[in-house]
């Protein structure tokens, strides 16, 4: 089984910054993409960015040029360093990842518990 664990959430103010960590942890052969996805009240769940295990990184438009992403390998760790933040930003915040759990087997998904994130003055 693979558990991940995100922190770094909480309350801000519009412009300000915040960091999301989220550790992968338990029986892992292989970690492939990480994403960070965002669920809004009464809104779908979106995916925000999304980081290959080569450190490539794909985002939404609407957090282009605020939001990066970033990941440590070493440590099944990916990160979300979110600035300018605006209340539209406001939403729980998840940690998804594709998992190998053996050499043999095939990925499968899994999901954070969420961390809120509140941007509001």
């Known amino acids: 089984q693979v558990q991940l664990v995100e922190s770094g959430g909480g309350l801000v103010q519009p412009g300000g910054s915040l960091r999301l960590s989220c550790a992968a942890s338990g029986s892992i052969f292989r970690i492939y993409n990480m994403n960070w996805y965002r669920q809004a009240p009464e809104k779908q769940r979106e995916l925000v960015a999304a980081i290959t295990n080569d450190g490539i990184t794909n985002y939404a438009n609407s957090v282009k040029g605020r939001f990066t992403g970033s990941r440590d390998n070493a440590k099944n760790t990916v990160y979300l360093q979110m600035n300018s933040l605006k209340p539209e930003d406001t939403a729980v915040y998840y940690c998804?990842?594709?998992?190998?759990?053996?050499?043999?087997?095939?990925?499968?998904?899994?999901w954070g518990q969420g961390t809120q994130v509140t941007v509001s003055s």
């Open positions: 998804n990842a594709r998992v190998a759990t053996t050499p043999t087997t095939l990925p499968s998904n899994y």
